[in-house]
Every structure is written in C-alpha cells, then in structure tokens.
C-alpha cells in the first residue's frame, strides 16, 4: 500500500513531468531536469515561507527562552513545561521545521528514483496520454549528452573503466565537486538565516566553561553539517548518474535564490552581520 501510494502521490507524477518536458524540450535531458527543478523548487515556497516564519518566532523566543533556562536550570521537568506554555503562547511548532523540510526531502528521494529508472531505460508508470501525446505511443531510449557529459553515467563508473585520472571523467568529477560547493553556500547560508553563526567570542567562552545551551549545541551541529553534508553530496553524485548533479545542483542555487526573495531586506541584513562575524 505505501508503495502504491508513493508511486501514485510521487514517483509517477514527477517521472511523467520530467519526460513531458524532455519532449518538449527537442529531447534535453538536462534541460528537462534544470526546468523541472526549478518548478519543484516553485511549488515548495510554501514550505521555505512557513520555514522562514518558525526562524523569525524561535529569533524572537530567544531572550525569554534564556531567561526561563536560567530560571529552570536545575529543574528540567518545569523547564520543559515553560517552553512549551512559552511556544504555545506565541504559535511556534519545535516540529515546524521537520513539516517544512519533510516535503523536500520526499521530493528529492523521488527524484533520485525517478533519474534512477530512466537513465537505466525503465519508463514503467508513464502514463497513456504522456505516451501518445509526446512519444507517439513509444519511448525509445532518451537522448543522455548534455554540455561535456553523458547524464546517464557517473565519476566511478568511468574512474573503474579508464581509471581515476582519465581524462573523460574530469567534467564528471567537477560536476560533483561544483554540487558539493554550492551545497556548501548553501547550508551555510540556511545558518545564517536562521542566526546560527554564533559570535567567535561567545563560542571560546563556552568553550572555557564547558556548558551550553540547547540553541547553541544546535548551532554548532549545524556548523559540523555545513562541511559533513556537502561532502556527503560529493560523495553520492560521484556514484550517482550525472543528471543527478545537475538537479542537486540547480536546486541549491534555486534555495539560495528564493530566501532572498521571501526576505530580502533580512537576507541582507543577516549576510552582512555574519561577515562582520567572521572578519571580527
């Protein structure tokens, strides 16, 4: 039943979507995937608004939350009571950001699996009317080269055919390096938007005293994530087909995009602080 429901809510949709564009489109691929990115990314503002929202509520929090941790400090089971009164009292979710995140991420395993099938020639669950509209009944295998690369291959399997150093699998190579930076920019730029970037000062004095609050064991989470998952994502495109990259890559510059575009006058103000941050 989940399947049916995955393939059904997910899967078919988008694996119909992106074939319909590749028509359109004269049979680009890779043209096909940066437009359908850019639409996924289109559909989920909602998501990135209500994201964006919890972030300026829990910025908000933040004093009164400090002032009840140091009231409570030695009495958890009261402490929790006043942040959940305090939550309630201003609509802020603690789950709020999972519901927001929860899409994308279902998007983006879709997607993988939909990249997964048709570069391997699997088109099952197209639907008739894609087929006979833009196929004429029958698909054939899809055109793969885009710019320098062929999308339906991948850094190994070219590094374990002519080696790690052929010179066929660099543009692969830079492609998952350039996925891996941008993601990078990325993550970070999600941390300072949502005031992750602890000053350098406050981060050596809680060093010293060894004692942090659960906001900033979360914002140095985050700063471990920002270099851990970006190479992460290197890693996955090396051995994932390249048009995989592609879309990774167009959906991260998509992200940064549209955060300026929700609030722009606080993207900027926040960008500007954190510089000031990391230049002090």
């Known amino acids: 039943m989940l399947t049916t429901l995955w393939n059904t809510l997910l899967f078919y949709p988008i694996l119909n ?10 049979g680009s691929l890779g043209g096909a995937v940066i437009i359908l990115a850019i639409i996924v990314r289109l559909i989920l503002i909602p998501a990135t608004k209500k994201q964006t929202e919890m972030t300026k509520k829990m910025s908000a929090l933040k004093p009164r939350l400090e002032k009840i941790q140091k009231k409570y400090k030695n009495n958890p089971q009261q402490l929790s009571k006043e942040q959940m009164k305090l939550y309630k009292e201003v609509g802020y979710n603690p789950l709020g950001c999972l519901t927001s995140f929860l899409p994308q991420i ?4 879709a997607m993988i699996g939909v990249i ?50 052929a010179v066929e699998g660099i543009a ?11 993601q990078y920019f990325s993550t970070k730029f999600l941390q300072v938007m ?14 010293k005293d060894k004692q942090m609050s659960p906001e900033e064991m979360q914002a140095q989470l985050g700063k471990s994530m920002t270099t851990i998952f970006p190479l992460m994502t ?47």
């Open 194 to 207: 949502q005031g992750q970037v602890p000053p350098k000062k406050d981060i050596k004095k809680k060093n």
């Open 116 to 165: 997964r099938a048709i570069t391997a020639g699997n088109f099952n669950g197209l639907y008739p009317f894609v087929k006979d509209a833009f196929f004429n009944g029958e698909v054939g295998m899809l055109h793969t080269k885009f710019l320098f690369i062929d999308l339906a291959k991948n850094y190994m399997e070219i590094a374990n055919k002519s080696g790690y150093f």
């Open 106 to 109: 279902l998007v983006l395993a």
């Open 234 to 280: 290197v890693f996955f495109t090396l051995s994932a087909p390249a048009v995989l990259g592609i879309y990774w890559l167009v959906q991260s510059l998509m992200f940064i995009i549209q955060y300026f575009l929700i609030d722009f006058d606080e993207s900027k103000a926040a960008l500007r602080d954190s510089l000031k941050l990391t230049r002090s």
């Open 17 to 26: 979507a992106l074939l319909a564009l590749y028509s359109i489109l004269g």
């Open 172 to 182: 692969y190579l830079v492609l998952s390096l350039l996925v891996g930076l941008v």
